[in-house]
């Protein structure tokens, strides 16, 4: 009954349509016309025009199914552009970030100059330890500017970073420091989060125990609370980066490796997605500039994601600073002192542009807008989300809440595989929609296909791919090409697989319907549930354990075990608690089950396969599909009601 009349609200703000706001869109950067634009002409003049190159490339792209190159025969540097490009062309003096630290008052603001200046001391230091084109470095911090600046260090160098996200644990942390074989790792001595603080050195050096190509490691000093360093291996950051003489950024080819991020694929082990330099830069900064609408000299823009993600990479980092935009980056949790905080902040800076994740708007929406309300939030022109569909609910309340009802809002699909935005509104053209990702970006063709591989038309639904290459596309996998083939390229010949699914309307709108693998999304995280699998079955008194995700209303999908413990002993709170942080200290706390069920038996299919849609279905406590290949049938009820008791001993 209630889910039924639940059904028909949605769908009527789904009905709901949004055209664009007419004074927006008449100054909007991308108009009507970027849908005319040939492939070739859009990428060619956007290489030109986004990005300053050392050398120009002489052709657009190579495609060799399934390996991509973009922009060949062009050299630059990344941090060239993010940096020194502004600074030549006479606007160092303008904010590349306001910074505010979670604690009380903590507040940076560092022009472009600033930021150039820093990375040069840190280039130079990091050079003093032998690093140079080439060298793989780690970056294991929180939201601090130091954080981009380690990056931009790296990118000037032309040494491969990789980011690991702060709430890693040393485990996770070390397994990407062995695969990129990294020499150096950047970290901080503690990190602030919800007024305490975050041990980042010493999760580094248990990890750093455990990737022996790591010799060095730089510390910025953060809380300024005593940490052990290692003498001869660790350095204060602030000791060693001294030295502001000029560090030239290294010419890279446009193909070079910029650097890896390690995401969850469908196995225990994280994929190494490998992003290059020139395609990528022009990707990121390309659909920064039309999507957000960059007025560089006007707006306050704010992309409220870590930079450990994707997200943070392109949309903090390498996308705006490219395009000289002024951005606000804020160290902690949006609760802390007070649930206000982020509107304290979007007032205090004049934000313009906001970009969260949908789970982000639920929390805030549950905490109530009246926290919004005590601020002035009218310099806000435009919204994105990022992460996760976005549910029509929330949607709304973005719009009505934060938006005033003028900003426009864009729900932008894509993956850190995509390194860029590739389903999304145009805020001056296109007429939204409450849940959907309405369309293509320029130059970026987005299918969906069945399951024989023939595309769906309108009103169909199918599998969400993509068939031309785009410029920030993922190079492969990390020393896996076997996996990339296999991962994106097996389902359907040359045409890339984003495993997510996806129907078109009449209008030829996307809607975003969530993976269709073993993937869950978790406050707009991807984790693989092979992965939790392992870190429990890594406990010594597990004998099996199967994970499913279920419904969250804030966090989108809450991650669900069951658990079999060895010799068939009975579980109990206390046992829960145990293997929940055991997953925390094997992954991170992200990927901490919701809950844990203890069932004597797995159900499993005549092979020996785990039926995981079954207990995806008991998880949801929907009504469960056709049982009959069940080895053991009572195991369903078994199951089904030990979820129901776990849940309301929760609730
Ligand atoms: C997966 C990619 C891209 C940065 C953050 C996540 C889901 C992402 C949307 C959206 C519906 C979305 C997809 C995708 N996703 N954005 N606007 N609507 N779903 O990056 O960790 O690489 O995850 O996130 O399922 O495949 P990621």
């Known amino acids: 009954m209630e889910t039924s009349s639940q059904e028909i609200n949605t769908y009527q703000l789904e009905e709901r349509r949004y055209p664009p706001p007419p004074e927006f869109a008449a100054r909007a950067n991308a108009q009507r016309d970027i849908y005319d ?29 399934p390996y991509a190159k973009w922009y060949l025969g062009g050299k630059l540097n990344v941090a060239w552009n993010c940096l020194d490009k502004h600074v030549e062309a006479g606007r160092g003096d303008q904010v590349a970030y306001y910074w505010e630290g979670e604690p009380d008052g903590d507040r940076r603001a560092l022009t472009y100059s600033d930021l150039l200046r820093e990375v040069t001391k840190l280039a130079n230091a990091l050079k003093s330890l032998g690093v140079g084109k080439g060298t793989p470095v780690g970056i294991y ?80 000093q953060r809380t300024g609370n005593d940490v052990p360093m290692t003498e001869g291996r660790d350095h204060w950051w602030h000791e060693l980066a001294t030295d502001e003489s000029e560090c030239p950024a290294e010419p890279m080819d446009s193909e070079d490796l910029l650097y890896l991020l390690y995401t969850s694929g469908t196995t225990a082990k994280p994929k190494g997605i490998v992003h290059t330099t020139g395609g990528y830069l022009v990707g990121a900064a390309s659909t920064h500039y039309y999507i957000f609408d960059l007025k560089r000299d006007e707006d306050v823009y704010w992309c409220a994601a870590d930079v450990g993600w994707v ?56 905490w109530g807008p009246e926290h919004a309300q005590k601020h002035d939030l009218s310099t806000l022109r435009l919204l994105g989300s990022v992460g996760e569909p976005i549910n029509p609910e929330a949607w709304i309340w973005y719009h009505e809440h934060i938006g005033g009802e003028r900003c426009p809002i864009v729900d932008t699909w894509w993956q850190t595989e995509t390194g860029m935005i590739m389903i999304t509104p145009l805020p001056g053209i296109t007429t939204t929609k409450p849940g959907s990702a309405t369309k293509p970006f320029p130059g970026v063709d987005v299918a969906v296909f069945n399951e024989e591989g023939a595309e769906v038309g309108p009103g ?74 392992s870190a429990l079955v890594d406990h010594k008194e597990v004998a099996e354990a199967a994970v499913a995700a279920r419904f969250d209303a804030t966090t989108g999908q809450a991650i669900v075990a069951f658990v079999t413990l060895k010799g068939g002993a009975e579980g109990s709170v206390e046992k829960l608690e145990e293997l929940r942080n055991h997953v925390a200290i094997k992954i991170g706390a992200i990927a901490k089950p919701a809950n844990i069920v203890f069932t004597p038996e797995l159900p499993k299919t005549r092979s020996g396969k785990i039926m995981r849609r079954l207990l995806r279905d008991v998880a949801e406590n929907r009504p469960l599909g056709d049982t009959t290949t069940l080895a053991d049938p009572t195991v369903v009820d078994e199951l089904r009601s030990r979820e129901a008791e776990e849940q309301s001993k929760e609730d």
């Not at 903090?316 to 949790?333: F, K, Q, R």
């Not at 902040?345 to 982000?360: D, F, K, N, Q, S």
């Open 460 to 533: 169909g639904g199918g599998y969400l791919v993509l068939r031309k290459p785009w410029p920030a596309m993922l190079r492969g996998l990390y020393k896996e090409d076997e996996r990339y083939r296999e991962t994106y390229w097996s389902k359907y010949p040359n045409v890339y697989l984003a495993g997510d699914g996806a129907r078109i309307d009449e209008d030829g709108d996307f809607w975003l319907l969530g993976r269709v693998d073993d993937v869950m999304n978790v406050s707009g995280h991807r984790i693989s549930t092979i992965e939790v699998e």
């Open 311 to 366: 997200t943070g990479h392109s949309y903090i980092v390498y996308g705006p600073l490219c395009n000289g935009a002024t951005s606000v980056m804020y160290e902690g949790t949006p609760d802390y002192p007070d649930k206000d905080r982020w509107w304290e902040i979007i007032e205090r800076y004049g934000v313009t542009i906001l970009y969260t994740a949908p789970t982000a708007i639920r929390s805030h929406m549950k």
């Open 37 to 65: 634009r040939d492939f070739d002409e859009f990428w060619e003049t956007e290489g030109r025009e986004r990005v300053a190159w050392f050398e120009p490339f002489t052709k657009l792209y190579e495609w060799e199914p």
């Open 141 to 220: 911090m929180g939201m601090v500017p130091e954080a981009p600046v380690a990056m931009l260090a790296c990118a000037r160098l032309g040494a491969p970073h990789t980011v690991i996200f702060g709430g890693f644990s040393a485990d996770s942390l070390a397994g990407r420091l062995h695969d990129m074989e990294c020499e150096v790792l950047i970290t901080q001595d503690e990190a602030w989060r919800r007024g305490t603080t975050v041990p980042l050195k010493r999760v580094a050096d248990e990890a750093v125990g455990e990737s022996p190509t790591v010799q060095n490691v730089v510390v910025l």
